[in-house]
C-alpha cells in the first residue's frame, strides 16, 4: 500500500508541474504523450501488392489485420487476448505465418500459418524450449520454408526443411558445432556460412547444395565481411560490406571460390558503410547506406534514385525509410522521421508516384515543440576525436543549463541521428541532454571500435567526462548541476560514474544496468557460446581481467559511491540476477547512500506495461528534478 501511495504522490507532483508554465512558447508537455503505444504498427504489403497487413493494438494484445488495398476494407484474422504477434511475414499472396508469444520474459513464441481470410489456421511448432529462426522467407516448391532451429543441441543451430503444409521438419544441414550463421542465395538455395571459435570468423561456401562447404576466409571478430546478395550472372560472386584489409566497411564484389577481393563497388577511407540495398525484381544493387552524424545513401541504380527523389519532392525535410514492397516493386511501405518528429507511415504507389497515409508513430507529438539534435565533437585526452549529439531546450540561453548525459547501451553500439523519445522528454523539462559515441561505439571503423575493448571503467569512461568538460569550458552546463543516466551498459557507465568521478556529477540513474561484468558474461545464452571468446575481448576475461572487471562494477564497489542514485530493475529479465541488484542497493542504504530503487517488468515492449512505464519515468522526473534543477 505504501508503494502505490509513493507512486499517487509523485504522479500528483508530475500533475503539478505539468500546470506550470515552462518559458515563452514552450509547455510540459504529459510524460505519457511521450511514450504513447502505437495503434497500428509494423505494415507489410503481399507480394502481389494487392493487400496490406498490420499489427492493431487492441488492449493488451496485438492482432494481424489485413486490408484490401483498392477498396480499404480490412479484416481480422487473428484473435488473441493478453498475447502479442511478435513477428509475422507474408509466405504468399495468401497466406501469412505469424509467432505468437508465449514467455515474453525468456522470448519463447508459437510459429502459426493462416490465409489472408483468417482461415485455415494451423501451429507449426510447439511451445518448446528451442528457437526457430526463418533463413529465406520464400516459399520453395509451394510448401518448404528454409529454417534454422536449436532443437537437436540447445547451443547450435541446424538447417531444416520445415514443410509449412504439415509442420514436418527435415534437416538439410546439421551444425557441426561452430556455425554461427548461415545464407541463402536468390533462389532459396544454401549456399553460405559461417564458423567461429569465438575470436576468429571463418566464411564457408559451396557451389551447389550436394557439395561440401569449403572455407574461403578467415578474419579476425572486429572484421566485418556482410554478404549482401549473390551476383546474377556469376553465381560464385557475392556482393558484401567488407572490412577486411581495411579499417572502414566498404561494399565490395568478392570471389567465393578464391576468397579475394575483385573490387571495390563503393568505399573510401572517411566513410564507414553499413547496408546495402538489393533489388531481386531487377537483380542488382540499388544503393548503399553509410554513416556520417546520419545515415546517407549513394544510389546504384539511377531509377531508385529517382524515386527517392519524388520521395523527397512528396515529404520535403523528411527521412524516408522503405521498410517494405511488393514483389513488382511497385508498391512500397515507407516510414517517415526526423529528429523532431516521430513521423508517419505510407503506402507509396510508384507508377502513380502518389502517397497514401496510414498512421502517425506518435500523434501527441507536434514537432514545433520538439528540439533539434545537433552533432558535436571534441578532443579526448589522448587526442583521439569523439562525436556525439546535443540537444537543447527551446527558448532558453544555452548557458550555465543543467545536463543529463545520456550513455547508450553495447557493447559495440552507436548512437544515431533521429527521433528519441527519451531525448525530447528530458530537453522539454530543461535539461540539454549529451550523448557521447565513446570509443568502442560502431561506425566509426575498426581502430575506434577496438580501442574500447575492455575499457569498461577507463578510457570509456575518460571519454564521458572529457565530453563533460567540454561542455564545462563552453559555458553550456552548469558545472553543479550535470547528472548521467543510461540502460544496459549505458547504466554500467553511468553508475560507475557515481564513484570513479566524485564531484563531476550531482547524481546517477540506471535502467537495468549492468552491475556486475562477471555476471553478465555467465548470463549469456547457450547458443551464444561459441561467441564467448568475443565476449572476453570486448568486456573482459575473467580470469586475466578480474581486476579491471572488478573495477568496472558497481556491485563491489558500494564503499565509494556517496552520489544519489536512482536504479531500476526489470525483476522479469532472464539475464539479469535481481538478487545481486538488491543486494546492491541494501549495502548503498546501510551507508546511507540516497538511492531511489524501483522495480518494473520491462518499459520498451510497445503494447505492455504502460503502467510500468509511466512509474518508471515518473519516478526518473522527480530524481532529476530533485537532484539536478533544485541545486
Request: with cysteine; aromatic share 12%; net charge positive.
Amino acid at each position: 500500500m505504501m508503494r502505490y501511495k509513493r507512486y499517487f504522490f509523485l504522479f500528483l507532483i508530475s500533475l503539478a508541474f505539468a500546470c506550470q508554465p515552462k518559458g515563452e512558447g514552450e509547455r510540459i508537455i504529459p510524460l505519457d504523450d511521450f511514450f504513447k503505444s502505437q495503434d497500428r504498427m509494423t505494415y507489410r504489403v503481399s507480394p502481389d501488392g494487392l493487400n496490406l497487413s498490420y499489427l492493431k493494438l487492441e488492449g493488451q494484445s496485438l492482432n494481424l489485420y489485413i486490408e484490401d488495398i483498392a477498396s480499404g476494407k480490412a479484416t481480422k484474422i487473428t484473435h488473441l487476448e493478453d498475447k502479442n504477434i511478435v513477428f509475422y511475414f507474408w509466405l504468399s499472396n495468401n497466406e501469412l505465418i505469424y509467432y505468437k508469444e508465449v514467455d515474453a520474459a525468456k522470448r519463447r513464441s508459437d510459429i502459426f500459418i493462416i490465409n489472408k481470410e483468417g482461415a485455415n489456421e494451423r501451429q507449426l511448432s510447439s511451445n518448446e524450449k528451442s528457437r526457430m529462426r526463418v533463413i529465406e522467407d520464400q516459399l520453395i516448391d509451394d510448401k518448404y520454408l528454409l529454417i534454422s532451429s536449436n532443437k537437436r543441441d540447445s547451443t547450435v543451430f541446424d538447417v531444416y526443411r520445415l514443410n509449412v503444409r504439415n509442420g514436418g521438419m527435415e534437416m538439410v544441414a546439421r551444425n557441426p558445432g561452430n556455425i554461427s550463421d548461415w545464407r541463402t542465395d536468390s533462389e532459396g538455395k544454401l549456399r553460405l556460412a559461417v564458423s567461429t571459435d569465438g575470436a576468429n570468423t571463418t566464411m564457408l561456401y559451396r557451389a551447389q547444395e550436394s557439395q561440401p562447404f569449403k572455407p574461403i576466409m578467415t578474419n579476425n571478430f572486429t572484421t566485418v565481411f556482410r554478404p549482401i546478395a549473390f551476383k546474377h550472372d556469376r553465381p560464385n560472386i557475392i556482393y558484401a560490406i567488407s572490412s577486411v584489409n581495411r579499417d572502414k566497411s566498404a561494399l565490395v564484389e568478392v570471389d567465393c571460390n578464391t576468397g579475394k577481393e575483385l573490387k571495390v563497388l563503393f568505399g573510401n577511407d572517411s566513410l564507414n558503410i553499413t547496408d546495402a540495398q538489393y533489388s531481386r525484381k531487377k537483380q542488382q544493387l540499388s544503393f548503399v547506406i553509410y554513416e556520417t552524424w546520419k545515415k546517407e545513401k549513394h544510389y546504384m541504380d539511377e531509377s531508385i534514385k529517382s524515386l527517392y527523389e519524388d520521395l523527397d519532392k512528396l515529404l520535403p525535410k523528411t527521412e524516408t525509410r522503405i521498410l517494405d514492397r511488393d514483389q513488382a516493386e511497385n508498391v512500397f511501405v515507407l516510414r517517415t522521421f526526423t529528429d523532431r518528429n516521430p513521423g508517419s507511415y505510407y503506402l507509396y504507389f510508384a507508377n502513380k508516384r502518389k502517397l497514401k497515409k496510414l498512421s502517425d508513430f506518435n500523434p501527441s507529438i507536434k514537432q514545433e515543440e520538439m528540439s533539434e539534435m545537433k552533432p558535436v565533437s571534441f578532443q579526448s585526452r589522448d587526442n583521439l576525436k569523439i562525436n556525439g549529439y546535443l540537444t537543447l531546450p527551446l527558448h532558453v540561453k544555452p548557458e550555465h543549463l543543467p545536463v543529463v548525459v545520456l550513455p547508450h547501451d553495447g557493447p559495440v553500439d552507436r548512437n544515431l541521428w533521429g527521433y528519441n523519445a527519451e531525448v525530447q522528454f528530458l530537453v522539454n523539462r530543461g535539461y540539454a541532454v549529451f550523448q557521447v559515441n565513446y570509443r568502442g561505439s560502431s561506425g566509426y571503423g575498426k581502430a575506434f571500435m577496438a580501442a574500447g575493448f575492455k575499457q569498461w571503467g577507463g578510457k570509456i569512461q575518460d571519454d564521458i567526462n572529457d565530453g563533460v568538460k567540454w561542455l564545462i569550458e563552453k559555458n553550456i552546463a552548469d558545472p553543479k548541476r550535470i547528472g548521467i543516466y543510461g540502460a544496459g551498459f549505458g547504466g554500467n557507465i553511468a553508475l560507475n560514474s557515481a564513484y570513479l568521478n566524485p564531484g563531476m556529477y550531482a547524481c546517477a540513474a540506471s535502467n537495468s544496468g549492468v552491475i556486475n561484468l562477471f555476471a553478465y558474461l555467465k548470463s549469456i545464452p547457450p547458443f551464444l557460446k561459441n561467441s564467448l571468446q568475443m565476449y572476453y575481448e570486448i568486456v573482459g576475461d575473467p580470469l586475466t581481467d578480474a581486476d579491471q572487471m572488478r573495477k568496472a562494477s558497481p556491485l563491489f564497489q558500494t564503499d565509494k559511491i556517496n552520489t544519489p542514485v536512482f536504479i531500476s530493475q526489470n525483476v522479469k529479465d532472464p539475464n539479469a540476477n535481481a538478487a545481486e541488484t538488491l543486494q546492491f542497493v541494501k549495502n548503498l542504504k546501510k551507508r546511507n547512500v540516497n538511492v531511489t530503487y524501483l522495480e518494473n517488468e520491462g518499459i520498451v515492449f510497445p503494447t505492455k506495461n504502460l503502467e510500468s512505464r509511466h512509474q518508471f519515468y515518473t519516478a526518473l522526473e522527480q530524481f532529476l528534478e530533485i537532484n539536478l534543477k533544485n541545486r
